[in-house]
């Protein structure tokens, strides 16, 4: 079994809820979208609490989605990255 990466996005995003600093969350997440040579100012980003997957010490898990502003399909591997888990 695989070991979990604590610094992975989807997990820091869910700390952060669970702490009562989802306001930082867009923050983070259009740094993350820089680091990738992504323009954070052309995704709208959205935040879906789920069940926390099996083995997580967190409470609730959160799904973050991208959309663009423009209309375009976000590429599929930009949105997969985002949500990666481990």
Request: charged share 25%.
């Amino acid at each position: 079994m695989s070991r979990l990466n604590p610094y992975c996005l989807r997990m820091e995003i869910g700390r952060m809820f669970e702490q009562g600093q989802s306001f930082f969350c867009t923050i983070k997440v259009q740094d993350w979208l820089k680091e990738r040579s992504q323009d954070p100012n052309a995704y709208e980003i959205l935040f879906h609490p789920q069940p926390a997957p099996p083995g997580s010490n967190l409470r609730t898990g959160i799904e973050i989605e991208l959309r663009r502003k423009d209309g375009q399909p976000v590429d599929s591997w930009l949105q997969e990255e985002v949500n990666r888990y481990t």
